[in-house]
């Protein structure tokens, strides 16, 4: 009979003991701070992104979070707890706003280049709006940049009024889309009038106004 408990006895008893001391314990655990507007105050509050997590513990130290049980960000200002959805879509409203802003200052400032050496051509327009559907996928009505064109100069637009309406692209656009504007704009360019050092020149004072690099240049104009 002794001999039928002693074993199992034996091999089980330092899993026991380890069994005994590991346990899990639920932690309230702020994971994010951020700013959003709280329905409730009806204004810009700060927020704590908290989580609530289950946590395996040693005796009762916590180790690590095992699975996250629930989590809700909390206004800092009334303390009322929101789902955390809340928050991504303010940020995803936010976002598009922005680059809605972003697309409508791209296609001013791609007019301009296209108008640069005089009126532009049917083609150009053409070219705006073929780099609109590959970086920002929105079609550009041709026949609607052409009617913006109206009033230019046959001599063109001056280059300060070019690199003008470029706007606040330097600081909205990404390098690599930065990139993209210089290709697009080269397209542009060269559907239209102008020599190629007049081109050449254009694209350059381009980059610099949007602070492309040497190496983001030669890959820009390279592609
Ligand atoms: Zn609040």
Same mark, same amino acid.
């Given at each position: ?6 074993? *199992? ?5 330092p /899993? ?5 001391r590991? *346990? ?20 810009? /509050? ?5 989580k ?36 991504? /879509?303010?940020?995803?409203?936010r ?18 280049v ?30 609607? $940049? ?24 330097p600081?909205?656009?990404?390098? *690599? ?8 704009? /080269? ?22 106004r949007?602070? $492309?690099s ?10």
């Amino acid at each position: 009979m002794g001999d039928r408990y002693c074993l *199992s006895d034996v091999t089980s008893f330092p /899993r026991m003991q380890v069994m005994f001391r590991l *346990s899990s314990t639920s932690r309230i655990r702020t994971t994010g701070r951020g700013s959003f507007r709280c329905p409730y105050c009806a204004d810009q /509050r700060a927020y704590e992104h908290k989580k609530t997590e289950r946590w395996l513990a040693f005796y009762s130290i916590p180790l690590f979070p095992t699975t996250t049980l629930g989590e809700r960000i909390e206004c800092g200002s009334c303390r009322r707890a929101y789902p955390v959805a809340l928050i991504g /879509r303010a940020t995803d409203q936010r976002n598009r706003r922005q680059e809605i802003g972003t697309v409508v200052q791209w296609r001013c400032a791609m007019i301009a280049v296209a108008c640069a050496f005089g009126p532009p051509k049917q083609c150009q327009a053409e070219a705006i709006g073929s780099g609109m559907v590959r970086h920002w996928r929105q079609r550009a009505d041709v026949g609607e $940049i052409m009617a913006d064109c109206r009033g230019v100069p046959t001599s063109g637009m001056a280059l300060e009024e070019v690199l003008g309406r470029l706007g606040n692209l330097p600081q909205s656009l990404r390098p *690599s889309d930065k990139e993209h504007f210089l290709q697009s704009a /080269r397209e542009v360019v060269r559907a239209g009038e102008g020599g190629e050092k007049q081109q050449r020149d254009l694209l350059d004072a381009i980059a610099a106004r949007l602070g $492309i690099s040497e190496d983001g240049m030669r890959r820009a104009l390279a592609a």
